[in-house]
């Protein structure tokens, strides 16, 4: 069946611009995450949201970053007045349950590339 | 401190060589475990989870350790495809259920 799937794969950016960032996580899964992945870092983790729940933000790194959840399916996430320091690698993945158990599997997306210039 | 700690390599290795990663936790609310594979400007794929137990796929062999928080992961017979970076992920079951990634060790088989 289909996996996450993100778009675009690849976005360049001037400094200080908004950008969208989007994700369509597998069907019927219901938890949903962000992460980001900076050159030759580990991932780090944004945000989490888990069926009808309030998200889990702490990941944040800054009240430039937002996420949204619409339906519980496809989530965007926008980082506003974009930096330098946020080019990286954005990835996004879903789970069947996020209540978990060791096989709540989570599936990443192919990840967009962020560049701001 | 990072909260999951492995040894970013690179571990050359020729082919058909035993090879084994060791990584290291410091959250003892962790309560699942796992290995991702990340192939180069891949996204990650799960290899194989960890059980308590220890538990191996093929040719490869995962152990957890919980008194020492420590989590290995052995590939028998290395082969040039087994080439990736091989990251250790560790998830708290309560609160936030992210999962949080070691730095990756990256594994280079040579023929």
């Known amino acids: 069946g289909a996996g996450v799937s993100q778009s675009p794969s690849n976005k360049v950016t001037e400094k200080g611009k908004d950008v969208e960032l989007r994700c369509d996580p597998i069907?019927?899964?219901?938890?949903l995450y962000w992460y980001r992945q900076s050159l030759g870092q580990g991932l780090e983790f944004l945000i989490y949201?888990?069926?009808?729940?309030?998200?889990?933000k702490s990941g944040l790194p800054s009240d430039r970053f937002s996420a949204e959840r619409t339906g519980g399916s496809v989530s965007t996430l926008t980082i506003q007045r974009t930096q330098q320091e946020d080019s990286a690698v954005y990835l996004c993945?879903?789970?069947?349950?996020?209540?978990?158990?060791?096989?709540?599997?989570?599936?990443f997306g192919p990840g967009t590339r962020l560049t701001v210039l | 401190r990072k909260e999951v700690e492995q040894d970013p390599g690179p571990f050359n290795v020729p082919e058909g060589a035993t090879v084994a990663f060791n990584c290291t936790y410091s959250?003892?609310?962790?309560?699942?475990f796992f290995w991702y594979r990340q192939d180069c400007r891949k996204e990650p794929k799960l290899l194989m989870s960890?059980?308590?137990s220890g538990n191996e796929d093929g040719r490869f062999t995962a152990q957890l350790n919980r008194a020492s928080q420590y989590i290995s992961l052995l590939i028998r017979d290395s082969k040039l495809s087994d080439s990736a970076t091989y990251l250790c992920?560790?998830?708290?079951?309560?609160?936030?259920?992210?999962?949080?990634f070691g730095s990756g060790t990256r594994l280079q088989v040579q023929p």
């Open positions: 993945a879903s789970s069947p349950t996020g209540a978990g158990e060791v096989t709540d599997t989570q599936y």
């Open positions: 949201f888990q069926g009808n729940s309030a998200p889990d």
């Open positions: 992920v560790v998830r708290r079951d309560t609160g936030r259920r992210a999962l949080t």
């Open positions: 959250n003892s609310a962790s309560q699942s």
């Open positions: 069907s019927g899964h219901t938890a």
């Open positions: 960890v059980y308590s």
